[in-house]
């Protein structure tokens, strides 16, 4: 696969144009414009399949005689493989020459990494007890004494709040609460 489209210009008279039949490309590519013995205008056009993924920013150019200029086809996003037409004109419409050009998909390359297909799904979860085989820390109640504290209080406050208020909805709360400190001080005694 080349690098870059070669085109031929006023090689073998005025407006001439030279390209090869077809050119194929996974990615952007210039084309290499290359002219004669004579200044030429000429004109690039991308056929509606190959502007489905590739545009060329600027479509005319100016080239003064024995100059070489690379004009960049710019290939996006979009499916592929897509096969379509180049269009050269020279002149002003003098001369127009077509290029097959292909977008294919990358080939496979040398530096590839293969990647598990186990790591595209999330890890599954067990379904038998979790706990088994865990050993739960030595944790003196010296170093708990301040969560201890803090639950004592949130039941002082609960009681309180139950106390001054004939609301059902804090009743609700005030249970909410003590099973709250009740399910901790279960799991720092445990």
């Known amino acids: 696969m080349q690098d870059s ?50 545009s060329i920013p600027a479509n005319n150019h100016f080239l003064d005689a024995d100059s070489t200029r690379q004009v960049g086809v710019e290939v996006g996003d979009g499916p592929r493989p897509v096969e379509g037409q180049l269009k050269i004109v020279t002149g002003h419409g003098a001369e127009t020459d077509y290029v097959s050009v292909k977008i294919v998909e990358p080939e496979e390359r040398e530096d590839r990494v ?15 007890d979790a706990d088994e085989g ?9 170093e708990n004494a301040p969560v201890a504290a803090l639950g004592a209080f949130a039941v002082a406050v609960a009681a309180a709040s139950a106390t001054l208020s004939d609301s059902l909805a804090v009743l609700l709360g005030v249970l909410a609460v003590l099973g709250s400190v009740a399910a901790a001080g279960y799991l720092l005694v445990r």
């Open 134 to 142: 865990f050993e739960w820390p030595d944790v003196s109640l010296a």
């Open 114 to 128: 293969d990647v598990d297909e186990a790591f595209a799904a999330p890890p599954r979860e067990e379904t038998d």
């Open 5 to 54: 489209l070669p085109v031929g210009l006023n090689d073998d008279s005025l407006h001439d144009i030279r390209t090869p039949a077809s050119f194929e490309a996974t990615d952007s590519f210039p084309i290499l414009l290359q002219n004669g013995d004579a200044p030429v205008h000429v004109h690039l056009h991308l056929d509606d399949a190959l502007s489905s993924v590739a």
